[in-house]
């Protein structure tokens, strides 16, 4: 199983940006993903998820401004991040949760699998 994480990079604030998390070994059909993000001196949080009923759920710290979204076809999951702030500077990890027919799950313990991470900075 392998996931790969890719679209991040530098940007101002109040501009948007989408992240990708292609994942192979296992069908999105079946699996929930999850996104968490790592700031600098901080924990690995957990910043939403996406079910294998493509159900979805953010955290209230990024609500009406992150969405996340899957392409079956080419299994990949997305982050696509809105009116970014420079508190949204962090690592973003996409994580895999290994149990057929699993729930989004917000804790770290409960996902078997990790992209590599892509960083993201929010410019003032």
């Known amino acids: 199983v392998q996931l790969v994480e890719s679209g991040g990079g530098l940007i101002q604030a109040g501009n948007s940006l989408k992240l990708s998390c292609v994942v192979s070994?296992?069908?999105?059909?079946?699996?929930?993903v999850g996104w968490f993000r790592q700031a600098p001196g901080k924990e690995r949080e957990f910043v939403g998820g996406?079910?294998?009923?493509?159900?979805?759920y953010v955290t209230d710290s990024v609500k009406g401004r992150f969405t996340i979204s899957r392409d079956i076809g080419t299994n990949t999951v997305y982050l696509k991040m809105n009116s970014l702030k420079p508190e949204d500077t962090a690592i973003y990890y996409c994580a895999l949760n290994d149990r057929r027919h699993g729930t989004i799950e917000s804790g770290i313990s409960d996902y078997s699998y990790w992209g590599q991470g892509t960083q993201v900075t929010v410019s003032s």
């Open positions: 070994g296992r069908t999105l059909s079946y699996y929930a």
């Open positions: 996406l079910s294998w009923r493509a159900t979805t």
